[in-house]
């Protein structure tokens, strides 16, 4: 009996080990996201303790795939400003699997024009105080804008009020506390912003896989 229960058990894990590999098998094309947990530190690991993303997965960067000089890359706001890199330099940011998902059939038509205006702003210069509608980007206000242009200024994706303080308390995490002080900003606490955990947990999104 034991010998039939380990040998059903490994046959199902190796089911569910062949549909992973199948379903991260999905190949790239313009318009997907790719979802990152950076391990930046301090700050990257304060957003992720305050966003949940897909499946309580920790996510703190988000880039879309892009056709440029006929090859996919990453358009991505991050360090000094909006930019394209390779895939394999993407995912090459972080020791861990990164998630990749792509909208779902009805909002796709909107993904040219959201291209064209992500790529309009490459070389404008990294949001570091994240606040909207300030001419500078982070990564996933970049996205949630391209796409609110694409649907003529009708959101695909949400904003909430930003938090800056740790869970269950009234504290600012001591890494943003410094961030700012040294910006001369004041925390934009409860303003309205967006995170790629939240983008991950969205409804018009399917999860593909991981890479």
Not at 29 to 49: R, Y
Not at 142 to 159: R, T
Not at 192 to 208: K, M
């Amino acid at each position: 009996m034991i010998r039939n229960l380990l040998l059903s058990t490994f046959g199902f894990l190796l089911t569910c080990l062949a549909t992973a590999q199948s379903i991260s098998k999905e190949p790239f094309q313009e318009g997907d996201f790719l979802f990152l947990n950076l391990d930046c530190g301090p700050l990257c690991d304060a957003i992720e303790e305050v966003t949940l993303g897909y499946n309580n997965f920790k996510f703190s960067h988000i880039g879309m795939l892009v056709e440029q000089n006929k090859q996919l890359r990453v358009l991505e706001a991050i360090g000094k400003n909006v930019r394209t890199i390779s895939v394999d330099s993407f995912i090459a940011y972080s020791k861990h699997n990164g998630l990749h998902a792509r909208l779902k059939p009805q909002w796709t038509s909107l993904i040219p024009q959201a291209v064209h205006f992500g790529m309009s702003k490459i070389g404008e210069p990294y949001d570091d105080v994240f606040l909207t509608n300030n001419g500078k980007w982070y990564c996933s206000e970049l996205l949630y804008e391209a796409f609110l242009h694409a649907n003529k200024s009708k959101p695909v994706f949400s904003l909430e009020p930003m938090t800056f303080k740790k869970p269950g308390t009234n504290d600012f995490f001591p890494a943003w506390k410094e961030y700012y002080n040294k910006l001369g900003q004041p925390i934009p606490e409860g303003l309205p912003g967006c995170n790629p955990g939240g983008f991950s947990r969205s409804e018009h999104i399917v999860i593909l896989g991981w890479k």
